[in-house]
């Protein structure tokens, strides 16, 4: 995972080595969680932006400037431009749909990546994403993320097989 390491061209994300983009979705607005750590209390940074889907990661762009929450410290550290997490550490994702109204949302737990932007979740601790959708359509964008993490999943197991293998010989 990591805040703001994001390299762009035209506002699109340029993507990693062997990776595909699998869904794009506009007017995304993402709310991060950042759990209370060594480095600075809990805090939570909103933005409004673009979400793209690859075969590797989850990536957020931001439209305009980051957005603290009200009664919270702005951490400028933490201003959101970009935010990329790896299939890989994603520990969760939940399709949520409200009772009465309410627009349908996604939310995620994950842990950070060392030198990644954020505050190291350590033993037991996740950060959290919850994801609005203008467009709807919520619940396939939800199925083709699962899909796309299960994917990368079975590759990175596929790959580590294959490696202790090549050590065997």
């Known amino acids: 995972m990591a805040l703001n390491w994001v390299q762009l061209e035209s506002g699109r994300p340029i993507a990693l080595p062997n990776e595909t983009f699998v869904h794009q979705s506009e007017k995304v607005k993402l709310s991060l969680s950042i759990p209370p750590s060594l480095e600075g209390p809990k805090r939570t940074?909103?933005?409004?932006?673009?979400?793209?889907?690859?075969?590797?990661?989850?990536?957020?762009?931001?439209?305009?400037?980051?957005?603290?929450t009200p009664g919270e410290p702005a951490v400028s550290?933490?201003?959101?431009?970009?935010?990329?997490?790896?299939?890989?550490?994603?520990?969760?994702t939940a399709f949520n749909q409200p009772m009465f109204f309410g627009a349908n949302s996604?939310?995620?737990?994950?842990?950070?990546t060392p030198g990644g932007g954020?505050?190291?979740?350590?033993?037991?601790?996740?950060?959290?994403?919850?994801?609005?959708?203008?467009?709807?359509?919520?619940?396939?964008?939800?199925?083709?993320?699962?899909?796309?993490?299960?994917?990368?999943?079975?590759?990175?197991?596929?790959?580590?097989?294959?490696r202790n293998q090549l050590r065997k010989i």
Do not use: C
Not at 77 to 91: C, D, I, K, Q, W
Not at 106 to 112: A, D, E, K, L
């Open 45 to 68: 940074v909103n933005g409004l932006g673009s979400l793209f889907i690859t075969n590797q990661r989850l990536v957020f762009v931001q439209d305009g400037s980051a957005i603290v």
């Open 77 to 92: 550290s933490y201003a959101l431009r970009t935010l990329a997490v790896p299939h890989t550490n994603v520990l969760s």
């Open 106 to 112: 996604i939310s995620m737990s994950f842990v950070s």
């Open 118 to 162: 954020l505050p190291s979740t350590g033993r037991n601790a996740h950060l959290d994403v919850t994801l609005d959708f203008a467009e709807g359509k919520v619940h396939e964008i939800w199925k083709t993320l699962e899909q796309a993490r299960k994917k990368a999943g079975t590759a990175i197991a596929d790959e580590t097989w294959q």
